[in-house]
């Protein structure tokens, strides 16, 4: 074999160790300096994640100082509190959220069909086009009658929003249907 080969071989072999053994030596100089220096591990243990469970909202048929009078066929609510009476079917059932601020009246036989009265001191009106909206007269207070779509499922809503005459706040009636109708159209102001 030449002479220039075999230095070119043996020169090969040298850088080859060379580079072996600074890449070994990195791989323990790393492993050295992360046992000195990094903290040791705990064990991890699972444990469940809490969960939340929603409670639904507590209802009662009657709050103090509301009066529901039952005749043949029909209930007339009092709801002392925002200031106004209704009719409806007394098939409807009535309650009220615990805060008393509204009144829910649903027919056991179709959920659907509803009314939902509250008040408060401004109640936003539905951005709805002129022709959805009626000029009416409640107990010789104007107000407004909105004929809106639910948003959940397209189903339609009307709504009434009128100013009570002698107190600081709004009182909204919404539902659908001829009940609703007649609650509207018996509706009346506690001056």
Same mark, same amino acid.
């Given at each position: 074999m030449p002479k220039n080969t075999l230095f070119f071989i043996i020169f090969l072999i040298v850088v080859a160790s060379l580079l072996f053994g600074i890449n070994i030596g990195k791989n323990l100089g790393v492993k050295q300096y992360l046992s000195l220096?990094?903290?040791t591990p705990t064990p991890i243990t699972r444990q469940? *994640?809490?969960t939340q469970t929603l409670t639904p909202t507590p209802t009662q048929t009657v709050i103090s100082g509301d009066k529901i009078s039952v005749g043949a066929n029909q209930s007339v609510y009092t709801d002392r509190a925002c200031g106004f009476t209704l009719t409806f079917a007394s098939t409807f059932l009535n309650q009220q959220t615990v805060n008393g601020t509204s009144t829910i009246i649903t027919d056991p036989n179709?959920? *659907?069909?509803?009314?939902v009265a509250t008040c408060q001191e401004e109640i936003p009106k539905p951005p709805l086009l002129p022709n959805r909206i009626k000029d009416i007269v409640i107990d010789s207070v104007e107000g407004k009658l909105y004929h809106d779509v639910s948003s959940k499922d397209g189903s339609p809503r009307?709504?009434?929003i009128v100013r009570?005459? *002698?107190k600081n706040w709004d009182i909204i009636v919404a539902g659908f249907g001829t009940t609703f109708d007649e609650a509207v159209t018996s /509706?009346? /102001?506690i001056r």
């Open positions: 220096n990094l903290p469940p *994640s809490p179709d959920p *659907s069909s509803g009314i009307d709504e009434v009570h005459p *002698s /509706f009346k /102001f």
